[in-house]
Antibody, heavy 125, light 107 residues
Framework: EVQLVESGGGLVQPGGSLTLSCATY????????MSWVRQAPGKGLEWVASIKQDGGEEYSVDSVKGRFTISRDNAKNSLSLQMNNLRVEDTAVYYC??????????????????WGQGALVTVSS | DIQMTQSPSSLSASVGDRVTITCRASQSISTHLTWYQQKLGEAPKVLIFAASSLQSGVPPRFSGSGSGTDFTLTISSLQPEDSATYYC??????????FGGGTKVEI
């Protein structure tokens, strides 16, 4: 059974740093793109960042560029999100998710099929 | 970035009703469209991927259609457990995945 388990959330002051981890079980992590998605209190879903199977490509939403870094350790079956210079507006539940390809290698079609339970990050003084 | 616009933002319906939610993309995304259901306090759950493919384990009262810029999620006969918020997401541009604003369904 595939499971994704986030950890590392908590309360941090504006300007501070925090690292989220996502432990994966029941899948070969090196076969999948992985993503982080967040949800501010009472708001909708916002994609944050994605990383390729080998870590060779990564993309992120403009609002976190230069502050957040997505990374992975396939040998340890884990995904990370390093968050620096945190702002009040980064307060959210952060989910890690597996990006499944149901297309072909040359014409991929992705969707986020497995999600973790989420980790709450609160940025407040 | 590709913008995703969902409508309505909320709706109220009765058990047994047919419910339709629409999602419009700001440019063509072929069929790179996923529908999620999120209940209060839970992680999102996939209902439909590739615009019209039903995720394993999802009841067949849920269906999706569309391609290009216009997409529809239909619940053929609304059940009490369908009370949730529904989101669409485009994965055509993997450099910037984007979600719609959500549709809250009340029963």
């Amino acid at each position: 059974e595939v499971q994704l388990v986030e950890s590392g959330g908590g309360l941090v002051q504006p300007g501070g740093s925090l690292t989220l981890s996502c432990a994966t079980y029941g899948l070969t992590l090196s076969n999948y793109w992985m993503s982080w998605v967040r949800q501010a209190p009472g708001k909708g879903l916002e994609w944050v960042a994605s990383i390729k199977q080998d870590g060779g490509e990564e993309y992120s939403v403009d609002s976190v560029k230069g502050r957040f870094t997505i990374s992975r350790d396939n040998a340890k079956n884990s995904l990370s999100l390093q968050m620096n210079n945190l702002r009040v507006e980064d307060t959210a539940v952060y989910y890690c998710a597996r990006q499944r390809n149901v297309g072909t290698y040359y014409s991929p079609l992705y969707y986020l099929d497995y999600w973790g339970q989420g980790a709450l990050v609160t940025v407040s003084s | 970035d590709i913008q995703m616009t969902q409508s309505p933002s909320s709706l109220s319906a009765s058990v047994g009703d047919r419910v339709t939610i629409t999602c419009r993309a700001s440019q063509s995304i072929s069929t790179h469209l996923t529908w999620y259901q999120q209940k209060l306090g839970e992680a999102p759950k996939v209902l439909i991927f590739a615009a019209s493919s039903l995720q394993s384990g999802v009841p067949p009262r849920f269906s999706g259609s569309g391609s290009g810029t216009d997409f529809t999620l239909t619940i053929s006969s609304l059940q009490p457990e369908d009370s949730a918020t529904y989101y669409c997401q485009q994965t055509y541009n993997i450099r910037a995945l984007t979600f719609g604003g959500g549709t809250k369904v009340e029963i």
